[in-house]
């Protein structure tokens, strides 16, 4: 079983930056791709960004050019940058963990899950 766990979330001033932690236990995530999501209050969850296990990127239309994901095997951890941040980046943000090398946009191709980190933007 792998366990998830996001750190770095907090209130950040709209133009600012946060990074974003996804920490995994367990087992080793090298043999996992990785996924970011985010639900907004009164929204549904969306798919932010994805990472191969090779460290292949993929992000969502909305975030390009601002977010980036990285991975550090070493560390068995994930990381979501998030640079100029806007007010409707406001959400709780979620990592997951799907066995194998592809990620997904779709949240229910991810089998592990943490249990978020709240990112509130002021404008």
């Known amino acids: 079983q792998v366990q998830l766990v996001e750190s770095g979330g907090g209130l950040a001033q709209e133009g600012g930056s946060l990074r974003l932690s996804c920490a995994a236990s367990?087992?080793?995530?090298?043999?996992?791709?990785m996924g970011w999501f985010r639900q907004a209050p009164g929204k549904e969850r969306e798919f932010v960004s994805s990472v191969s296990w090779d460290g292949n990127p993929n992000y969502a239309d909305s975030v390009k050019g601002r977010f980036a994901v990285s991975r550090d095997y070493a560390e068995n951890t994930v990381y979501l940058q998030i640079n100029s941040l806007k007010p409707e980046d406001t959400a709780v943000y979620y990592c997951a963990a799907r066995p194998g090398p592809y990620g997904s946009s779709r949240s229910e191709d991810y089998g592990y899950w943490g249990q978020g980190t709240t990112v509130t933007v002021s404008s």
């Open positions: 367990g087992r080793t995530i090298s043999n996992y791709a």
